[in-house]
């Protein structure tokens, strides 16, 4: 079984920084892409930074210049670095990965997308 595991949600400042990490454990084959969503109440989910086996980034327009994501491939984790942080940050943080492993009926190894319990994020003075 696959499962992931995050940490370093809390209440910050407006203008302060938060350093939120994930990490992968169980039956992995190989780790893909990893990456970061969240929801605020009443709203969709949405995608803040994805970050592929390689190395490549893609962050939301509304985090472009404040966040970094950034992965141990050693330890099977993925962190997000959030600095500047807004009010309109506030929401339910998820961590999520594409996982290549071998589930029960497969024939061959499968590609599985995982997510986190998420951790919540609020920006208020």
């Known amino acids: 079984q696959v499962q992931l595991v995050e940490s370093g949600g809390g209440l910050v400042q407006p203008g302060g920084s938060l350093r939120l990490s994930c990490a992968a454990s ?3 084959f190989k780790l893909n892409a990893m990456g970061w969503y969240r929801q605020a109440p009443g709203k969709q989910r949405e995608l803040v930074a994805r970050i592929t086996g390689g190395g490549s980034t893609n962050y939301a327009d509304f ?4 966040f970094t994501i950034s992965r141990d491939n050693a330890k099977n984790t993925v962190h997000l670095q959030m600095n500047n942080l807004k009010p309109t940050d506030t929401a339910v943080y998820y961590c999520n990965a594409n996982i290549l492993r071998l589930a029960p009926g497969d024939a061959i190894h499968t590609e599985y997308d995982y997510w986190g319990q998420g951790t919540q994020v ?3 003075s």
């Open 63 to 66: 985090v472009k210049g404040r």
């Open 26 to 28: 169980g039956d992995i």
């Open 122 to 124: 609020t920006v208020s």
